[in-house]
DNA sequence: GAGTGGTCTAGACCACGAA
DNA sequence: TCGTGGTCTAGACCACTCA
């Protein structure tokens, strides 16, 4: 029964417009990892065929799926499973830039890696129950050799079983890809200006109770479940963050 | 001659689609004042008509205003031009919300108005001749009665000339709209976090160098024109900056 | 019921990239 | 030269709003 056929046939439940419906299928896919982040999607014409649809539909559903940096179109090439590669990690999730030079990405260095029963905090911000298993990664990133962003990440260790320390990249969210098969596909962060404890600020190198920006991010997978908690201090004496309202 | 007709005419010399040719038409219309901030346009296919391509391609170019905020599409009624209501301004472009509670407007109290030549920085921002004249207006804004945020804006006089003290509002960019014809449609921030002078610290109410967020907003009007500079300080021990990353 | 925007279709042609 | 996505058209029908 093609999709065309069973919205008719019940329209009055949960009406929905078939390119909508058209999306669900192929973000499923995406989710059950049916089609892997930078392999090519079959045609317009071809999907439309399968789907039984008329390709001005599935054009619609691929077009909503691209405005959502889930898929890339390239005129003349196909369309393809967006990747986290650099590029796109620095200016989709990477909002802190040098106040003067290029934004880059900044160097890190992994401090610890632990597993630990999560706190309150974590369990409210992964949606895990009360003490479940996170693994906690703390980690120093640097602009030009100065130390910039303090950093400790929350995973829950259900997701992210057998995460080795030596296997910790630069860019997590393309190892999350390739070897979790999971997308980081949006994020929340919540801003706050705090003065750095004493502990924070040695690792940082400044003075006990210098000014850092403290982010704190939820990272939601494509089925919008939330999969890692990143909480970031950052200097900005150099630096901002970068905001860009529309 | 309709678009069409013109774009055929010479294809070679800086081609853009049809419909991108109608967006333009339809902005500068909005820039221009034809047609101001809640009033009705004609239908699609009157536009359409007018402008002498089909209703896809109107639709099209007007979908995409509406994606850009700049335009309301309603079922049943038709597209107006969007307005900066207290609704429109608290989601789009005030991302300070309360740790707990609902998001909501802060009251604003004008604490002093001044006339002055740009400093470096503003005749930077706004894109203005050094020295040019500036209105700085100074304001504190206060959430169920605790200060919260310290604010200066520096607007172009050559802009908003007359403008008075007394008829500062607590939403001022629907006073940009209504009496300045000025529509903001986007601003850039940079945020820093940084200890509050002595000044700054007790127009707030707290000790001297305590953290506070340093909000830099640029808002942009529709012709892309910078139009104001907003600095902000913000507390943030009860409520953060909001940013959704996606 | 008339008019609006929203969806869906079918088909034509164009611009682009790669073989 | 071929296949891809991008644009444009024309027309049908649907859902919503309001008189």
Redesign the interface.
Known sequence: MTLKQKRDAAPAIGFSPLYQQVKSVLLQRLVDGVWVPGSLLPSEIQLAAEIGVSQGTVRKALDELAA??LLVRRQGRGTFVAEHDERRILF??F?LVPDHGERRFPESAVLNVTVAPADAEESAALAIEPAAGVIRIRRLRALDGRPLILETLSLPQKVFAGLDRAEIPNNLYSLFASRYGITI???????????LSADDAAALSVAT?T????I?RIALALDGMPVERRLSL?L?EEA???????
């Not at 000014?211 to 403290?214: I, V």
């Not at 901002?240 to 529309?246: E, G, I, Q």
């Open positions: 959502e940096n989709q999730f909002k596909a949006r994020a929340r962060e919540r801003l706050k200006a705090v003065a109770g000014p850092a920006l403290r704190d950052c900005t901002h963050y970068l905001s860009d309202l529309r």
